[in-house]
């Protein structure tokens, strides 16, 4: 690790890692061109590398890098590329996640689904971002084992990885099979929001960036008490900012988890608490694709009413909470501790 590094406040550092992956990004893409040269194909890879480079908080590309410098590593372009990795992995499970949901924009921009349809049919969008989305896959399988790690501690981390698509493919099902449940659970919501986002985004990326870096299990099992409460305060974070957030900061339609009938915790403890009369007015608009805003106004009046908002705001603070204290009981990296610090609260009151 250089001296630089070590004086330089984490904040920066973060803000280097995440330019030294968009140039890692750009160069991996560059070096993957079209294996025919068929117009279309090419096109198609030109939309592909524009999704994968424009915008994201390159969020687990951090916390991977934060995680191997927990855990002692030094900065180097081995542990870049790695976390170069799981930025692709996430490009590929967000083409797929967008056509799922039915969604229009994506970083207020056009979802790849659907700047692929544009002059053709939505059907051949949809076919060509799936089969776009496996190739993003694809590649961040490819990054990460030719990253350059010694090999024990590579089949460490790859390990890890198997389980993070194992979980994420896990949570977007029971997301999936949320929707054909007449009605859901607050617990049934946490557990998707577990497997879908706590383990995905904090708690994996954290534990393979201290895997490659030689971790010993009780480093791991402190990523692991670290990462799942902020990873759950972050996606509850994520509810509130997708029904009362401001389009023009999160880059999406405050209507689309409304008009999608999205299962959160936010709607299953509105559910469990509204009145009768409430509830069939809920039951009548959320997921309903003719959804206006002033139905959704109305929608989340009802979520206000019941203490929904203020339940899960309550629940966010105690999962942070708890991310926090397990973190001031290890002993990490000085600059990797106060990054991790600054990220959770970043993470769980942003406003995008």
């Given at each position: ?5 070590v004086r ?9 890692v ?7 990004l ?5 070096a ?8 279309d194909v090419?096109a198609?890879h030109?939309?592909l590398r524009?999704?994968?480079l424009t915008?994201?908080?390159r969020?687990?590309p951090?916390?991977?890098?934060w ?8 900065d180097?372009?081995?542990?870049i590329?790695?976390?170069?990795a ?5 490009a590929g ?5 967008d ?11 056009p979802?790849?689904h ?13 076919s060509?971002?799936?089969l ?6 694809a590649?961040?399988e490819?990054?990460?084992a030719?990253?350059?790690v010694q090999q ?8 890890l990885?198997n ?6 493919i896990t949570?977007?099902?029971?997301d999936v ?8 659970t607050?617990r049934?919501?946490?557990e998707v929001v ?6 995905y985004?904090?708690?994996r ?12 299990p009780a480093?791991?099992?402190v990523?692991s008490?670290?990462g799942v ?11 509130v900012l997708?029904?009362f957030?401001?389009p023009?900061?999160?880059g ?8 999608e009938g999205?299962?959160t915790?936010l709607?299953a ?5 509204a ?7 809920l039951?009548?608009?959320h997921g309903?694709?003719?959804?206006t805003?002033e139905?959704?106004?109305e929608?989340?009046?009802?979520v ?8 899960v705001e309550?629940l966010?603070?105690?999962?942070v909470g ?8 290890a002993?990490l990296?000085?600059?990797a501790?106060?990054a ?5 609260e970043r993470?769980a009151?942003?406003?995008?």
């Open positions: 690790m250089t001296a630089e590094l330089r406040p984490a904040d920066q550092v973060s803000d280097d995440r330019r030294r992956v968009d140039r890692r750009a160069t991996f893409l560059d993957h061109q079209a294996v025919v040269s068929d117009p090419e198609a030109r939309a524009a999704f994968v915008g994201g908080k969020l687990r951090l916390l991977c890098y995680g191997w410098r927990g855990a002692g590593g030094a180097s372009e081995e542990i590329s790695a976390c170069t799981l930025e692709l992995c996430h499970l967000l083409i797929h996640d056509i799922m949901d039915g969604s229009a924009l994506r970083r207020g921009r979802t790849l659907r700047d692929l349809a544009a002059g053709r049919s939505d059907g051949f969008g949809q060509a971002a799936i776009l989305g496996v190739l993003a896959l590649w961040s490819e990054l990460l030719g990253c350059g024990y501690r590579l089949r460490a981390a790859q390990r990885f389980a993070l698509r194992g979980e994420v949570g977007q099902f029971l099979l949320a929707g054909e449940r007449e009605q859901m607050v049934q919501a946490l577990r497997f879908k986002t706590a383990k985004t904090v708690e990326p954290l534990q393979i960036g201290g895997a490659l870096a030689g971790a010993d480093l791991l099992e990523y008490g670290f409460p902020l990873g759950e305060a972050f996606q509850l974070r994520d509810d997708g029904m957030g401001d023009v900061a999160t999406k339609s405050a209507l689309d988890d409304l008009r999205k299962h915790v709607i403890h509105t559910l469990g608490h009145s009768p009369r409430d509830v069939a007015h039951k009548a608009w309903n694709a003719d959804l805003e139905r959704a106004a929608l989340r009046q009802i206000v009413r019941t203490g929904a908002l203020a339940h309550a966010i603070g105690e999962r708890e991310a926090l204290g397990v973190l001031g009981g002993r990296d000085p600059a501790e106060q991790l610090t600054a990220l959770a993470l009151h942003r406003d995008r």
